[in-house]
């Protein structure tokens, strides 16, 4: 079992940058490659960025590609978005999320646990 709670998320306007962090509880962290997804009002939740276990390899949305870092500090047992020249568009609740094994899917079903979201509000 892992509880996930993510942290981090904001109001920040058009250009800026924010910080997510997720905190895993138990100590498998290593254990599960981790995602970010997010999920802006009357859309599906979509892909953000993935993580293997070791940290080793990242992917990430065409959308966010070469704005968006995800890293880990699995002594921590944290996963860690860093968000730059944040736009309207990326406004949405964000989510973390744990999937037993070494690479991390652009699936959402592919995931086990989730936490509960953390707003980002970008405004223009």
């Known amino acids: 079992q892992v509880q996930l709670v993510e942290s981090g998320g904001g109001l920040v306007q058009t250009g800026g940058s924010l910080r997510l962090s997720c905190a895993a509880s138990?100590?498998?962290?290593?254990?599960?490659?981790m995602g970010w997804f997010r999920q802006a009002p009357g859309k599906e939740r979509e892909f953000v960025a993935a993580?293997?276990?070791?940290?080793?390899?990242?992917s990430f949305a065409d959308s966010v590609q070469g704005r968006f870092i995800i890293s880990r500090d699995n002594g921590k047992n944290t996963v860690y978005l860093q968000m730059n020249d944040l736009k309207p568009e990326d406004t949405a609740l964000y989510y973390c999320?744990?999937?037993?094994?070494?690479?991390?899917?652009?699936?959402?079903?592919?995931?086990?646990?989730w936490g509960q979201g953390t707003q980002v509000t970008v405004s223009s």
């Open positions: 999320a744990a999937q037993f094994g070494m690479y991390g899917s652009r699936r959402s079903a592919d995931y086990s646990y």
């Open positions: 138990g100590r498998t962290f290593g254990s599960f490659a």
């Open positions: 993580i293997t276990r070791s940290g080793g390899a990242t």
